[in-house]
């Protein structure tokens, strides 16, 4: 098991992530204060992913839209609980990397090469695609999730989704108004959290926010190891907005962020102990440090036509030591400490949107590079002899360029035809050095991949209150590069695109106090990027394509009602999935019987994956939550509130071998609140995971990672 964890480890860039899912419960954002009065309605949705602000019940896209208050009242603060408030999203977190998937679509392959298929834009920009996933959801505006490929707008990172994160704009003219926040709770967690807005000037203001959480460790490890402290985590932003007259909105933004997870302890996934006491003799570290800058410029023009300028900087730096093999009797170590920097540059044309006709252009250019110095990616067994380490330094630099468009026009009878289109080329090289086993190995190589994806949608608004659409959407994923292992140039593998061919109907019912969402989609996966044996030596990783084609289908329903002080919100998600046959060899299992993806032949070894179910694609999640508040005599509010989400069973491996650990249970989580306002002060009482379940986040390289335990604690909040 070292030596194939290892080969695992070494395919590809391959970064053996660890860790369990950090649950932090700090506030979101802070919540209008609560009044007497009744909501008649529920809120309209909003969404920005197609560059102008659009009402989602009146747009072709399946989606869930969160304001900061619904984060805060379904305890939503980090990218793990995302998947138990959005229909067809699972979410199964080992640290410093992530599998992220929408409707079975995103990413199941653990190396910088593999690119994410579900990305996340904060404030407009795509975010490291793939380190850094931890960093907490505070002070924030909005979250759009938008399921299916955005292949026109999101380009080479959304074959199964993508996700807006939005923070909170300085107002001008706005005042001295923010909030402040405090959090204790059980695990000795203490946290707080704040925002102002800082009138500078009749066209300019600023906000600042911060969020700072510590915690102790839920793990109990026994042996030797260390670095098992909890969690330390501080973040803070600094907002500035310009407007110095009606054509011309400035806007910069630039966080910081140093989270220190301590580690993220795991053992073998068939280990009869509990998730939490863990057995380790190698040291534990997980730090995140990261800064992202985001320059956004709109100029309008006399005939309405935006001017919209969009610049992104982020560095950061990852750095993770581990247990490999899980144990306080083994000798399996890994450590890392990788350096990415992105330089992103859109631009966009956008027309205004109230004509018969409306249009959006854009261009689009990234550079993002990561950096292994040397000595810093090791997998050693056991560690400091070069005979037995495994340690690759080098640089991979990536490029992607693009240009964009997509125009509506309005028909008769109410209906919408909108064509989209993007073309993305995309560029990738590794400059790596590796010494395995005492032997040196160079790569100097390059890939580079071109496409055109796009949508074609119609759209009907039938009447006031019913939407119907209709559309085929097409996304891409570039492909990468193969480490080598010391049998000449590996092959790189190519690139995976999807067609979605989609339908849904948006509907609001008794008065706009019911409002739901109901859709049905079909994937046509081509290509999937997936690590198996190498076809000649299986003892090694080799990352290729599935010759043949995937299919992935399903429904999906949301829906949201307000009646008075009673609020409920649920959504539903059916998928399955099928593979298409390919062959493959397990890398778990030593074997040197060669195995032809296309070919075959079916042996004990070489196994024929055909028709098997995709990797983190959950045949069933389902959501529901119900608040309820209660108006005292003297103006106060009561609020109490509980969430359930359910994410049914799913494989974390196409071998699906249930004596290996390939199982990931479902999850059923129980959060709630009970909410008190007085004034502008709101104390809360929460809870999360309130039965605790002990459950398995994440499977990577033999490892299981638990999601994290109930917690519970107070909250207060002042708004001012």
Sequence with gaps: MKIQ????????????????????????????????????????????????????????????????????????????????????????????????????????EHNTQTLTGVITYRDGVATFPGYFTAEPYYDIASIEILRGPQGTFVGQNATGGAVFVTSNNPVVG????????????????????????????????????????????????????????????????????????????VSFKTDYSHLDFGGYPADPVLSPNGLFDITANADQMAVDKFVRSVLKIDYVFANGVTLRSVSGYQDGNTAYAADLDGRSSGNSTFRDSVDERIYSQELNLISPGDGPVSWVLGAYFQSDKYTFPKDEFIIGLPEGSP??????????????????????????????????ARYSDSRTTNHISVLQYGVPIT???????????????????????????????????????????????????????????????????????????????????????????????PIFGFELNNPNTTKIYGVEAQAEAVFGPLSIDAGMGWMSSELG?????????????????????????????????????????????????????????????????????????????????????????????????????????YATNLTDQNYVAAINSGLRFAGPPRQFGLRIMKVF
């Excluded at 915690?215 to 907002?239: H, I, K």
């Excluded at 292992?485 to 979605?500: I, L, M, W």
């Excluded at 060899?585 to 079916?602: I, K």
């Design 5 to 108: 964890a290892m080969l695992l480890g070494a395919s590809v860039l391959a970064l053996t992530w660890c860790g369990a899912a950090s649950a932090q419960t700090a506030p979101a954002t802070p919540p209008p204060a609560e009044t007497a009065s009744d909501s008649a309605t529920v809120g309209e949705l909003i969404i920005t992913a197609e560059r102008r602000s659009e009402n989602l019940m009146t747009t072709p896209i399946s989606g869930t839209v969160l304001s900061g208050g619904d984060l805060e009242k379904k305890g939503v603060t980090n990218v793990d609980q995302l998947q138990f408030i959005s229909p067809g999203a699972v979410i199964n977190n080992f640290g410093q990397g992530i599998d992220f998937n929408i409707r079975g679509i995103g990413k199941a």
């Design 174 to 249: 706005g005042g001295y108004t923010g909030y402040i926040a405090g959090q204790v709770g059980n695990y000795n967690d203490f946290a707080a959290q704040g925002a102002i807005n800082l009138p500078i000037s009749d066209t300019l203001a600023a906000r600042v926010a911060f969020n700072g959480e510590q915690r102790d460790s839920f793990y109990d490890v026994t042996g030797p190891a260390t670095g098992n402290d909890g969690l330390r985590m501080g973040s803070v932003r600094l907002s500035v907005l310009w407007t110095p007259s009606d054509t011309l909105t």
């Design 387 to 420: 005979a037995t380490e495994y340690n690759l330094w080098g640089t991979n630099p990536k490029q992607n360029t693009a240009v964009f468009g997509q125009i509506s026009v309005d028909l008769p009878k109410g209906f919408e035809l909108q064509l989209g």
């Design 443 to 537: 790569q100097e190589q390059s890939a580079k991949s071109n496409n055109v994806s796009g949508k074609v949608s119609l759209g009907w608004t039938v009447n006031d209150h019913n939407y119907l659409y209709a559309f085929v959407a097409t996304g891409y994923k570039p492909g990468g590069l193969n480490v080598p292992v010391g049998f000449g140039v590996p092959a790189p593998f190519g690139p995976e695109k999807v067609t979605n061919y989609e339908t849904g109907w948006k509907a609001g019912w008794l008065g706009g106090r019911v409002r739901t969402q109901v859709d049905a989609y079909y994937n046509s996966y081509e290509d999937f990027q997936v690590i198996i044996g190498y076809p000649l030596l």
């Design 581 to 685: 046959e390919f062959y493959a060899t397990d890398p778990r299992g030593l074997t040197f019987t060669a195995c032809d993806p296309e070919t075959g032949p079916t042996s004990v070894s070489c196994i024929n994956l055909g028709g098997r179910e995709q990797t983190y694609a959950p045949k069933f999640t389902f959501n529901v939550g119900a608040q309820y508040r209660f108006t005292l005599a003297n103006g106060d509010t009561i609020t109490p509130r509980l969430n359930y989400g359910h994410v049914s069973s799913q494989w974390a491996t196409l071998f699906q071998n249930t004596a290996r650990g390939d199982r990931i249970e479902e999850r059923n989580i129980f959060n709630g609140q009970l909410a008190w306002t007085r004034g502008d002060i709101i104390t809360t009482l």
